[in-house]
């Protein structure tokens, strides 16, 4: 009995973090986040000032203290902290600014208008990523409003630049300012809620990602006449050097994530979807799932492997001349832990022509190892999913992609990416990020501030 006594004494000293007026709290997501969509911060060329300064403004009427760096004074970055009682290292919420540029002409509303229609909000980084940017936005503010004591700092960091070079944006933060930023956990894009059919299906959280290597193939050859061919034509051997490296299939290789995602993708696919799954590993049955995914579902089969797709060809300027050099561009997106210059090697190696130069591109994210599983934040985003998207599970992906977590992963950050619900539809009708349509469920966009609250609360919240 008095260990009964005890259990609920000490119980009652763990109080919930207060409870936001949500009508309220999602009027005002609205006004922030047309007001952001409306604001053209296109990149290229790149000019978040606009973003940054209202962001400030509202961050400072709240008493939130906030900090601005910039490489250049039109792409600043801006960092904002809630002090904790420092019990823990911080919780850091990163979203960025710009957006990728738009041709108005293929849009039915303004890309910058953020219009309202059939339960939609259409515009510009409605997806990409002006909604992880409002509801990090909305957080700060509700933990400032309702004095929620924090056992973290919550840093907000809207950082610019994402989306082309991130020189002024990530890059410059990490090199000169990192300890602003320097946190346990980062929340950011690179995740979604996704509905098949009107039914909750999966929550994604990005846990790694793939490295761009962007290459270049360069041939050299004889100038001539074209009615005089020549064998070393550098047309014909720049086609055979792409045509050998886009025969090689690279070796497929699992991490905790993708080995994880693919467990659980098994779960909520239908007994033959399952079993493909299921036998990636199966040395008997790898060959053949992995040629079935390549053929029917590549994203699937890019997460298992480095991937190199030849993308651009450049060679000669007139009908009847040899041209006296041609090359090829090749995306090349890495494995996290992939040995590069040992993939280079073997790269050389395939096309088997000494005269071809590969020349490796720079890159501003380098390998790191994929965030865990086993942390506090995986497990909260798992219990928060449960309560807040009832009926999907929770899957750990690598992005074939990339984001500017790479940059905080390399300093040993654990980072997730997460996101609002979609329809997995809405992609194929031309409706996802960076398309010509681009919009949110404006429903999605407030259950997306509650994830957010719930899962920050949770913790950073001190009980």
């Keep these: 009995m008095i260990r009964g006594t005890l259990i609920l004494l000490a119980a009652g000293l763990w109080a919930a973090p207060p409870t936001p007026n949500w009508p309220s709290a999602e009027e005002e997501t609205l006004r922030h986040y047309q007001a952001l969509v409306r604001m053209d911060t296109s990149d290229p060329p790149g000019n978040e000032a606009p973003a940054a300064e209202y962001l400030k403004k509202v961050l400072e009427a709240e008493g939130i203290p906030c900090q601005v760096f910039a490489e250049n004074p039109k792409r600043p970055n801006l960092v904002a902290r809630l002090k904790g009682s420092g019990a823990k290292r911080p919780l850091l919420l990163m979203a960025h600014t710009d957006v990728v540029n738009v041709d108005p002409a293929k849009w039915k509303f303004p890309p910058f208008s953020a219009t309202r229609d059939g339960g ?21 503010i509700l933990l400032k409003r309702l004095q929620v004591p924090l056992d973290r700092d919550v840093i907000f960091l809207a950082e610019s630049a994402e989306e082309g070079t991130s020189s002024a944006g990530i890059v410059y933060m990490v090199k000169n300012h990192f300890k602003e930023i320097e946190a346990e956990y980062c929340l950011a894009e690179g995740g979604s809620v996704q509905r098949r059919e009107g039914k909750l299906s999966r929550m994604l959280v990005g846990t790694t990602e793939k490295v761009p290597a962007w290459t270049t193939l360069r041939v050299k050859g004889t100038s001539g006449h074209g009615s005089v ?30 080995r ?16 493909r799954y299921n036998n990636l590993a199966n040395p008997e049955k790898s060959a053949e799932v992995q040629e079935y995914l390549r053929l029917h579902e590549p994203r699937h089969y890019s997460m298992l492997r480095t991937s190199i797709s030849p993308n651009i060809i450049k060679g000669g ?24 210059d040992g993939f280079f090697a073997e790269l050389k190696n395939r096309i088997g022509d000494p005269g071809v130069e590969v020349v490796r591109g720079p890159t501003t994210r380098g ?11 995986f497990r909260t985003l798992e219990a928060v999913q449960k309560k807040q998207y009832p009926g999907a599970i929770t899957m750990p992906t690598m992005q074939t992609g990339a984001t500017d977590m790479a940059q905080l992963r390399e300093r040993g950050m654990q980072c997730y990416g997460i996101g609002p619900m979609i329809d997995e539809e809405d992609g ?12 949110i469920l404006e429903a999605s966009l407030y259950l997306f ?12 919240g001190r009980p």
């Design 229 to 258: 061919p020549l064998s070393d034509n550098p047309v014909v051997r720049i086609a055979q050097a792409v045509a050998r490296v886009a025969a090689w299939q690279t070796p497929m290789k699992l991490n905790d994530t993708t």
């Design 120 to 140: 939609y909000i259409y515009g510009r980084g409605t997806l990409d990523d002006k909604d992880n940017l409002v509801t990090a936005l909305m957080t700060m």
């Design 317 to 340: 300027y007139r009908t009847n001349v040899i041209p006296s050099e041609a090359e090829a561009v090749l995306d090349i997106r890495a494995l996290p832990d992939e040995d590069l």
């Design 260 to 275: 994880a995602y693919f467990e659980r993708l098994a779960l909520i696919s239908t007994p033959e979807q399952a079993a």
């Design 449 to 460: 501030l509650r994830f957010n609250w719930e899962v920050v609360t949770a913790v950073a």
């Design 428 to 439: 194929q009708k031309g409706f996802g990020a960076h398309s010509d349509q681009e919009r």
């Design 367 to 377: 390998p790191a190892a994929p965030s865990r599983l086993d942390t506090e934040m």
